[in-house]
């Protein structure tokens, strides 16, 4: 029997833009459509973020979190919802006095980058283990506020994917483990591909999945160009899978994609090539210990 494979779709992320596509969804919309569409082609989880309706730039509002999830939840009661909390974590330091936070800045208090997973409660939420440059910014996730967030998502049900951008990522999210802040078999998620994180090569991939503990359910991915190589490198590692808009917005070299179905599509494709099999959303649950 083939092994069964998580197919994880994130449909437009934070960072890709209009410019670089102007088919990403950013209404409400939008995003719930580009996740039904994503269950319908084998995605069994949907990864999201949410964006200004107007100005398609990112957003953090708790109303628009809700929206989607209602929109979706209206056509499609199975599909697993896993919600970011990674905004908010950034830093921008000022010109004249870098200890001053400039523009870009969206730092806020951890109890507030989850507000809106303790009111939603989706199956999964992300829980961003990163502290590292990000272009000429900085992403901050200190110990203490990724403990703080880390206990508000177990006080609500909600189970965590550890979103590990580099190795010390990893030792951080074990001590964590060690001392019991994630409970149950841990979800992990590797991402390569970020500059000065983790690279987009078999090598990184692989010395990243040997750290985790043993019975996490992991999946690795990469972003741009390295987003097909690396869901297949994950598939060979033994792990899951994830694509969409938020990593990448081409189907092939110099063509856009049609959307996040025509992504996960091609997701399947690869898998089903390789002679895996993908698993249902009933499979995925039972794999992640999530209830029914």
């Not at 109303?63 to 009661?77: D, F, G, M, S, W």
């Not at 590292?132 to 203490?144: D, F, H, K, L, Y």
């Not at 599509?265 to 089903?272: D, G, M, P, S």
């Amino acid at each position: 029997m083939a092994r069964k494979t998580i197919i994880t779709c994130a449909v437009t992320g934070n960072l890709t833009t209009r410019e670089q596509h102007s088919g990403l969804p950013a209404t409400p919309e939008e995003i719930a459509t580009a996740c039904l569409e994503a269950a319908d082609a084998g995605a069994a989880i949907a990864h999201i973020h949410v964006r200004d309706p107007q100005t398609a730039k990112p957003s953090m509002e708790l109303e628009l979190y809700a929206l989607v999830v209602e929109l979706i939840r209206q056509k499609n009661t199975d599909l697993i919802l896993n919600i970011t909390t990674g905004p908010g974590g950034r830093f921008v330091p000022s010109d004249a006095d870098p200890s001053v936070a400039g523009p870009g800045t969206t730092i806020l208090p951890p109890e507030k980058r989850v507000e809106h997973i303790a009111r939603l409660k989706p199956e999964i939420c992300t829980l961003d283990f990163n502290t590292m440059n990000s272009g000429a910014q900085v992403v901050i996730n200190t110990p203490r506020n990724v403990r703080i967030m880390a206990e508000i998502i177990r006080d609500n049900g909600v189970k965590p994917e550890l979103e590990l951008f580099d190795t010390g990522d990893i030792v951080l999210a074990n001590d964590f483990l060690k001392q019991g802040l994630i409970e149950g078999a841990p979800m992990c998620s590797l991402v390569t591909g970020v500059k000065y994180g983790l690279p987009s090569t078999p090598d990184a991939m692989a010395m990243a999945s040997r750290m985790l503990p043993p019975n996490a359910a992991w999946t690795g991915f990469g972003v741009g160009r390295w987003a097909f190589p690396m869901l297949v490198q994950s598939w060979l590692l033994g792990g899951h899978v994830r694509i969409g808009m938020e990593d990448t917005v081409y189907i092939g070299k110099g063509q856009l994609t049609t959307g996040n179905g025509e992504l996960t599509a091609r997701a399947r494709e690869f898998i089903e090539k390789l002679g895996g099999e993908v698993a249902s959303t009933g499979e995925a649950r039972q794999m992640l210990g999530l209830a029914d």
